[in-house]
């Protein structure tokens, strides 16, 4: 056991639901590490501050969540690659004096896809709906995964092709933008649909509904043979994965949450602060009976 604890955080606002706590000091414990590992709730205009305010007071480690990635990325001192690829981070690590930005969520969500579902991402199409935060930092690690061209559908078409504008450089011709009214039929040359939209977030999960015809509220436009024998993700977990059981309900050939994705993006985390990963499957075992 060491010494000190490692002062290491997440912030967010709204932060109270967050399951990053558990899931590292499952981590900490299952290493031997002394960690201290709190949420933060910094007012929506005051990210700076407060993340400054964190490493002044020791932190070594702060992972970085709605709304605050944007703030996180400018923030940073340095930036890894795929943080800067992805123009967010959620995840920022004191080293050398200097705090640098990293992304793990493409990361994570494609350890998930490829190794908990075994799925094949090699020369299948992606469709992403959503162009926020969410969807910027798995584009680069849908790539890097062997994925042959990304669609990006948003309802305000101007910020997918914003997008697009920012990978279509190193990816002429592999990245498009569509608007969610042009998805009101099939996409036949679509393998992966990823959700990356806040659908999940805005939505009463206590309301009832029938799953399997009503399309998750902001996406009622999606055709459900968009879905059908296709491999479907949403980066939403638990109740709020309305998109992966709707999927599901129309058929999907694979339909599944963020619940690993979220786990397997702080082991990338972890790695990144204290030097190893640790194994996740115990972890992720039992959060998915807590969130079932």
């Not at 109270?16 to 900490?28: C, G, K, V």
């Not at 020369?123 to 992403?128: C, H, S, V």
């Not at 039929?185 to 805005?202: A, C, F, K, R, Y």
Request: net charge negative.
């Amino acid at each position: 056991m060491s010494h000190f604890a490692y002062q290491l955080g997440v912030a967010g606002n709204p932060i109270a639901h967050s399951l990053s706590p558990d899931i590292h000091q499952a981590f900490a414990a299952s290493l031997g590490h002394d960690v201290v590992y709190q949420r933060y709730l910094f007012d929506r205009e005051e990210f700076r501050d407060g993340a400054a305010t964190f490493f002044q007071q020791g932190g070594v480690g702060l992972n970085v969540t709605v709304p605050f990635k944007r703030d996180a990325y400018q923030f940073a001192d340095r930036l890894d690659g795929l943080a800067a690829a992805a123009g967010a981070v959620n995840t920022l690590a004191l080293q050398d004096g200097d705090v640098v930005g990293y992304n793990t969520d493409g990361l994570g969500m494609v350890r998930d896809l490829q190794v908990r579902y075994g799925a094949s991402l090699s020369g299948l199409n992606a469709l992403i709906l959503g162009a926020g935060g969410a969807c910027r930092g798995i584009i680069q690690p849908l790539f890097d995964a062997g994925i042959g061209k990304i669609c990006i559908a948003n309802r305000t078409v101007a910020n997918a092709q914003a997008l697009v504008e920012r990978f279509d450089q190193e990816y002429p011709d592999r990245i498009t933008a569509v608007g969610f009214d042009q998805l009101t039929d099939d996409v036949p040359e679509v393998q992966l649909i990823v959700n990356s939209t806040s659908s999940g977030l805005n939505q009463d999960s206590k309301q009832p509904r029938d799953a399997s015809r009503e399309a998750p509220d902001g996406l009622q436009r999606l055709s459900p043979a968009l879905v059908a024998g296709r491999l479907c993700y949403d980066l939403s977990y638990g109740e709020q994965a309305h998109f992966a059981r709707w999927a599901q309900a129309q058929g999907a050939l694979l339909s599944a949450d963020g619940l690993g994705m979220l786990v397997e993006q702080a082991a990338e985390s972890y790695r990144i602060w204290l030097g190893c990963r640790p194994d996740t499957e115990s972890v992720y075992a039992s959060l998915r009976h807590k969130t079932s």
